[in-house]
């Protein structure tokens, strides 16, 4: 199972309150991702706090992840894992 989404918020903790959001929908959507959840928040909180704090800019999060199970009557453990997080910059929109 896999999922991708992005947000823009307008600082660092109303960016990851974003994320937060976002991965419980995924969870809520394919409760798989249960088992991966706290590594996927931990690693997109890691990469945002990097970002220096700049009030005139926007915090952009782009993510996806995806993890791999036996099938679901067989086992729910995990056979494998991946996330991807890249955060940047943008300058705010006037208006």
């Known amino acids: 199972m896999s999922y991708s989404f992005s947000i823009t918020a307008a600082d660092k ?9 976002q991965l ?8 798989v991702h249960a088992l991966d959840i706290d590594a996927a928040l931990a690693a997109a909180n ?12 926007s915090v952009h999060v782009s993510m996806f992840g995806s993890v791999g199970i036996l099938a679901p009557a067989q086992s729910a453990e995990l056979r494998s894992a991946g996330v991807g997080v890249t955060v940047t910059l943008t300058h705010k929109s006037a208006g």
Not at 46 to 57: E, K, N, R
């Open 46 to 57: 890691a990469f945002i706090d990097l970002l220096p704090d700049d009030a005139s800019q």
């Open 13 to 21: 903790a109303s960016a990851k309150s974003a994320v937060a959001k």
């Open 24 to 31: 419980a929908q995924v969870v809520e959507q394919q409760p």
